[in-house]
């Protein structure tokens, strides 16, 4: 292949690929307008917030999650293997896209930014959500940082948004200080991972690991281990997993309650997805039963589609077949690591979480804590994926749409409960729990909604957030079932315990609301009962309410999400 050969496929290449990346630079271009417009003086006379809800719609339409319907998506690499689209880089980007939306909403209604702010704010808004989308579709580890790094360094200044508050400005600082290291040290493991392969492209990396992992010396193996825990680093840190989630609870106490709502939701379905994504990048090879029978003479380049394949190499053969289970069967151990160092992970991060956000007086800091504690109970569906990735697709396929139906619930549960937490805020300028006695006689249909959100995040029938947590638990026991690994077994059962453990905080704040005296100096009568902000409760609630009733839609179109992804 000549250099104009190889320009002409790489401007045929880029030129697909756009067709798929139109959500993000809608975004992009969002972004641009935004900045530009601060050039001029007459800006104070514009609501921005129009512009930004119009491209978030926009961009929301371009995902086209519709074509997630019927499982039609097949896998395509874009940008020469640096991102993937398939139905689960749909779907989850959708999810993004979509909540995108519903933020923007909620802060048109509750007022923060102010006009002065808000180009600033959802430039910032804007760039992370870039970063999360990419985090998605990554597949080289330098998308990887680099997305991580696009979604992080936004939320940093996003913490510290509202000027003059010292206690902001200090959870920016942290946030920053911890996002720094952390980053360093995934930037190390994905250096001693790509030089251990020679490759920094996941697929091409899972070839080399079948092929390498059995005549590894000691070392090597042991460099392979170290790259493994230092990329999960960053990954805990975003995903505010324990022992990598100090800044969690001091960042939402320091920061307001809207951009708590944007880090809690967006930034853990980038996070999980991005997980899911490196889990299985690393761990299994699909489609092999017509390429891998070429590996000897072509080379793993080949194999992972960096390299045209003859058209006779294309069909089916027996020798093939055989051969692709040679391969991911080799990846065994890559998946059995991966999947107990994140069912470890997720075991003890939703234990401190519910054990931590017994002692809060602070409603943000009682929902960081439940937030770290959803992480670990999403983090869960992870195990059985890894574990019966190998053998049984069936399992696979139904974990990862369960974790799919977790974010899409979770993403209406927490949305609610920080949107409420907002609105009390601007009526009673308190975030202390105690300061919510009584509030059912004055507002109750603020209080019903977060009392449904508050039983829908324990998982309590007939509310939504009990299909999350059914799906994510019944495929650990399907796992279990379909592999013996006592492990998983160990994994039930703590979730199951922490489902119970997470039932006194979450009925003490509906206790105090419903069955306390209004707290004294409180006075929220002035204020207007009703209006836009009790219409976005109802909106966003009815979901968590009303799921139950109408789940199989959702359930197919997460199925669907994912059939591409492992089979």
């Not at 001693?192 to 697929?203: D, E, K, N, Y």
């Not at 994510?472 to 796992?479: G, K, L, Q, R």
């Amino acid at each position: 292949m000549n250099l104009q050969q190889l320009i002409e496929q790489l401007v045929n290449d880029s030129t697909e690929s756009l067709s798929w990346f139109l959500p993000e630079i809608v975004l992009c271009g969002v972004i641009m307008l935004l900045l530009l417009v601060r050039l001029f003086d007459g800006k104070q006379r514009l609501d921005l917030w129009f512009v930004a809800i119009a491209g978030s719609v926009v961009s929301f339409l371009f995902s086209q999650p519709w074509l997630v319907c019927g499982g039609g998506v097949e896998r395509t690499e874009i940008f020469t293997g640096l991102l993937v689209i398939d139905g689960f880089t749909i779907a989850v980007r959708s999810i993004i896209l979509l909540f995108l939306v519903l933020f923007l909403i909620f802060t048109k209604i509750s007022g923060i930014p102010d006009s002065d702010d808000s180009p600033d704010i959802y430039t910032l808004v804007f760039g992370a959500t870039v970063g999360m989308c990419l985090m998605v579709s990554s597949n080289h580890l330098l998308m990887v940082f680099l997305a991580i790094e696009m979604a992080s360094v936004p939320s940093y200044a996003l913490a510290g948004m509202l000027k003059g508050r010292k206690r902001g400005s200090e959870a920016a600082l942290k946030y920053a200080i911890y996002g720094a290291g952390a980053a360093g040290v995934m930037l190390y493991g994905i250096s001693l991972l790509a030089g251990l392969t020679s490759s920094a492209h996941l697929p091409t990396i899972a070839l080399q690991l079948a092929g390498n992992l059995g005549t590894m010396s000691g070392s090597e193996q042991l460099v392979l281990v170290l790259s493994g825990l230092l990329i999960t680093v960053g990954l805990a840190f975003k995903l505010s997993a324990v022992p990598f989630h100090f800044w969690a609870p001091d960042v939402f106490h320091g920061s307001c309650a809207e951009v708590n709502a944007f880090l809690s939701i967006a930034s853990k379905a980038a996070a999980l997805g991005l997980l899911v994504r490196i889990g299985i990048g690393v761990g299994y090879v699909p489609g092999l039963e017509q390429e891998v029978a070429h590996e000897v003479e072509a080379g793993p380049a080949v194999i992972a589609g960096l390299l045209p394949v003859a058209e006779e190499a294309m069909e089916p053969t027996e020798e093939s077949i055989e051969q692709e289970v040679t391969v991911n069967e080799a990846l065994q151990p890559v998946r059995d690591f991966i999947g107990k160092l994140i069912a470890l992970l997720a075991m003890i991060t939703c234990t401190f979480g519910n054990l931590a956000a017994y002692s809060q007086t602070n409603i943000k800091r009682l929902l960081a804590y439940s937030t770290i504690a959803h992480a670990g109970y999403m983090m869960m569906a992870i195990a059985p994926l890894m574990s019966s990735l190998g053998s049984d697709y069936g399992v696979a396929e139904g974990a990862l749409s369960g974790l799919l139906l977790y974010i899409v619930i979770y993403v209406f549960m927490n949305l609610g409960a920080f949107a409420v937490v907002a609105f009390l805020r601007n009526y009673i300028a308190s975030e202390e729990i105690a300061d919510y006695s009584g509030m059912i006689r004055s507002r109750p249909y603020i209080v019903i909604c977060l009392v449904l959100a508050l039983f829908s995040l324990i998982g309590l029938p007939p509310l939504a957030g009990f299909l999350g947590k059914f799906a994510v638990f019944a495929s650990i026991a399907d796992a279990f079932r379909a592999t013996d690994a006592t492990y998983l077994l160990v994994l039930l059962l703590v979730g199951g315990a922490n489902t119970a453990l997470s039932l006194y905080y979450y009925l003490r704040v509906a206790k105090i609301m419903v069955m306390e005296e209004p707290a004294e100096g409180v006075d929220i009568e002035q204020y207007p009962k009703a209006g836009l902000e009790a219409v976005y409760l109802v909106a966003v609630t009815l979901p968590t309410a009303l799921l139950i009733f109408f789940w199989n839609p959702v359930h197919a179109y997460v199925v669907d999400a994912v059939k591409a992804l492992i089979s």
